[in-house]
C-alpha cells in the first residue's frame, strides 16, 4: 500500500498493482465517478464487475485504464453532461453553420469539447484504435492515415506527461513547440520515472516504448511524411522499406503498450498532485482550527508524561 486518500466520507487505498483504489461502497465509487467528471480530467474509471470474476471487492479503478467513458449508467454522469450541454448551447448563442448543426444531449455525450492535452491525446488515440480496428486487406488501406493517427497521439501522450509533471514538481510547464518525438522524449522519461517510483520503475518496459517512439519517428520525424505526398520543396517523401509490407495488427498491439505505458504514469501523476492537494487542504484547515493546532493535545501530551 503507498498512500491513502480522503475522498469525502470514503478512504481509497492506492496500491501498486492491480488496482489503484478498492472502495467496498457503491457510493464511494460514484462519487470518485463524479469527481473526475467535474475535473474533466476524466482519468479515474470504475469499473462494475461482478465479485466473483474478480474474487476482490467489485468497485475498483484499474491502473491502466484511462477513458471517457466511466460508468455507462451513472447519473452523476448525465448530470454532469446535461449541465455542460446547456453551458455549450448559451455559449454558442445564435451562431449557425452548414457543417456543424446544434446536437441534442446525446450528440453532446460523444462530443470531446475540452482542448486539453491529455483530452486531445484520448482523442486521437480512440481515433486510431477505431480505423486499426476497421482496417481491412483492401487496396488502398488507410495505412498513412492510421500511422499518422497513432504517431499524433504519442505525441500528445508526451507533451501531457510533460505539462503535468512539471507542474506536480512546481516548474513552470513549457512544452516543446516541436514535432519531434525523440526530443520530447528526454523531457518526458524522468517526470514517468519520478511519477512511478522505484517500486514500480522497470527499465526494460521504458526501453520498449523508447524503442516504439522510436519506429515512429523513423517512419515520420516531422509529422509531415505520413500527412504528404511531398515536402515542401516539391520532393516525393521516400517511404522505408518496411512500411511496404507490415502486419497492422502487431503494430497496434506495440503502439497500445505505448500509450498504456504514458497512460498510466499520467494517471500516478494525477494521483500525486490530488495527494499533494489534499494535504496541502488538511495543513490549511489545521492552521484555521486552534483546537487541531495543539491546544487539547497538550493535555493529552501532560497525561502521557504523568
Same mark, same amino acid.
Request: no cysteine; net charge negative; glycine share 6%.
Given at each position: 500500500m503507498l498512500d491513502r486518500i480522503r475522498a469525502g466520507e470514503y478512504e481509497w487505498e492506492l496500491r501498486l498493482a492491480p488496482a489503484i483504489g478498492v472502495s467496498a461502497s457503491e457510493e464511494a465509487a460514484a462519487e470518485m465517478s463524479r469527481a473526475a467528471l467535474v475535473r474533466k480530467d476524466f482519468l479515474l474509471h470504475v469499473q462494475r464487475t461482478p465479485a466473483e470474476q474478480l474474487k476482490i471487492d467489485p468497485h475498483r479503478i484499474q491502473r491502466r485504464t484511462i477513458t471517457k467513458q466511466l460508468l455507462a449508467n451513472d447519473v452523476g454522469q448525465r448530470i454532469e453532461s446535461a449541465r455542460q450541454y446547456?453551458?455549450? @448551447?448559451? %455559449?454558442?448563442?445564435?451562431?449557425? #453553420?452548414?457543417?456543424?448543426?446544434?446536437?441534442? @444531449?446525446?450528440? *453532446?455525450?460523444?462530443? %470531446? %469539447? &475540452?482542448?486539453? *492535452?491529455a483530452a486531445l491525446a484520448f482523442d486521437f488515440h480512440r481515433a486510431a484504435t477505431i480505423v486499426g480496428d476497421s482496417h481491412r486487406p483492401e487496396s488502398p488501406a488507410p495505412t498513412l492515415a492510421l500511422l499518422q493517427l497513432c504517431r499524433? #497521439?504519442?505525441? @500528445?501522450? @508526451? $507533451?501531457?506527461i510533460i505539462d503535468a509533471g512539471r507542474r506536480l514538481a512546481g516548474i513552470t510547464p513549457n512544452v516543446h513547440a516541436t514535432h519531434k518525438l525523440m526530443l520530447l522524449w528526454p523531457d518526458a522519461l524522468p517526470l514517468i520515472k519520478a511519477s512511478w517510483g522505484p517500486e514500480v520503475w522497470s527499465d526494460d518496459e521504458a526501453e520498449r516504448v523508447k524503442a516504439i517512439v522510436q519506429a515512429? &519517428?523513423?517512419?515520420?520525424?516531422?509529422?509531415?511524411? +505520413?500527412? /504528404?505526398? =511531398?515536402? =515542401?520543396?516539391?520532393?516525393? /517523401?521516400?517511404?522505408?522499406? +518496411? =512500411?511496404l509490407n507490415? #502486419?497492422? $495488427? $502487431?503494430?497496434?498491439?506495440? /503502439?497500445?503498450t505505448a500509450v498504456q505505458f504514458f497512460g498510466s504514469a499520467h494517471l500516478w501523476i494525477e494521483v500525486r498532485r490530488r495527494i499533494q492537494e489534499m494535504e496541502k487542504e488538511d495543513a490549511e484547515r489545521q492552521a484555521r482550527s486552534p483546537a487541531l493546532n495543539g491546544e487539547e493535545g497538550d493535555e493529552d501530551d501532560e497525561d502521557d508524561l504523568e
Open positions: 446547456e453551458e455549450a @448551447l448559451a %455559449a454558442r448563442g445564435g451562431a449557425r #453553420s452548414v457543417l456543424f448543426a446544434e446536437g441534442n @444531449l446525446d450528440d *453532446w455525450g460523444q462530443v %470531446a %469539447a &475540452e482542448s486539453t *492535452w499524433h #497521439s504519442l505525441e @500528445l501522450e @508526451l $507533451k501531457t515512429f &519517428e523513423e517512419i515520420d520525424s516531422t509529422a509531415m511524411t +505520413t500527412r /504528404y505526398p =511531398l515536402d =515542401l520543396v516539391g520532393n516525393m /517523401y521516400e517511404r522505408p522499406a +518496411t =512500411l507490415f #502486419s497492422v $495488427k $502487431k503494430m497496434m498491439a506495440e /503502439y497500445e
